[in-house]
Structures are given as C-alpha cells and as structure tokens.
C-alpha cells in the first residue's frame, strides 16, 4: 500500500512540474515589467504643470459692502 501511495504521489509531482515552472516564469516576468514600469516613470522627468509654482489669491475682490453682506435686506 505504501509503495501505491508514493507511486501516486510521485506522478503527481511529475506532472505538476511543467505547470510549477510556467508560474515560476509568469512571476518572474510580472515582476520583471513592473520593476521596468517604476524605473521608466522614475527616469523620464515630467512635464511641469503651468500652474505647478502659481499661488491662488487669497483674498476676494473689492466688492461694495452693501453686496457683500450676508444678511437680506428686505
């Protein structure tokens, strides 16, 4: 029984072997295009924004006070 036991699961690692290989590869190769992916992107400068320096004005513009109040006037 033991000797049934050890052929089986020999033939099943046999025939796992090609498959465990192909994932060995498919990693390899995921891993590989994402690691040239992230050295691209940190090689090439990109382009700098029109606005990347510009500061937004803080304050509004001159309005009368009778149009910037909050409450109605009825």
Known sequence: MVDTTDAVLTSVRRA??????????????ILGGLLG?????RVEAAPV???AGQIAKATPLALPVSQA???VQN
Request: aromatic fraction near 4%; avoid cysteine.
């Open 49 to 51: 924004h029109k606005t």
């Open 69 to 71: 109040s909050l409450t």
């Open 16 to 29: 796992a072997r090609p498959f465990q290989i192909a994932t060995g590869v498919l990693a390899t190769m």
């Open 37 to 41: 992916q992230i050295t691209k992107d």
